[in-house]
């Protein structure tokens, strides 16, 4: 999305394949078109984010090496103008609250997991209309 022509690039932060498949499918079905890379470590985000330069980053919070929180800020220290949501299980209300507040734009529990697209699409709407 960084030109006219360019296909919208997502980065998904997750450890596990089957969410990431499940999210992928969820955007796709809803006409999404977009090409994904997913990384599992804090290491490879930073590699990834440099290499892949993501338009959207679509995260989970609780993860083996580090959290969404963690990300969100690795994310908005590289580039505060990539679009971050929170796609995650694990995640109370206050957890959210604090998220949104460091920066996220938005979250999706993962039971809602219907909601994603519509949730990307606004996001990106707001980055593109302050651009």
């Known amino acids: 999305m ?11 932060v997750e450890d596990l394949s089957s ?46 090496s580090f959290n969404g929180l963690q990300t969100l800020k690795i994310v908005k220290e590289f ?7 929170l796609c995650t299980g694990s995640v109370n209300e206050e957890i959210a609250v604090q998220c949104i507040k460091s920066g996220a734009d938005d979250y999706v529990i993962k039971e809602h997991m219907t909601r994603l697209p519509f949730t990307v699409r606004e996001a990106l709407e707001q980055y593109l209309s302050v651009l």
């Not at 960084?2 to 998904?12: T, Y």
């Not at 999404?32 to 990834?48: A, M, R, S, W």
């Open 2 to 12: 960084k030109g006219n022509d360019s296909i919208l690039r997502i980065l998904f």
């Open 19 to 64: 969410d990431v498949e499940l999210e992928v499918m969820e955007l796709r079905k809803e006409n999404i078109v977009f090409e994904h890379i997913t990384v599992f470590t804090g290491e490879d985000l930073l590699k990834t984010l440099a290499e892949f330069k993501p338009d959207l980053i679509i995260s989970d919070y609780m993860m083996p």
């Open 79 to 85: 580039n505060s103008d990539i679009p971050f949501i």
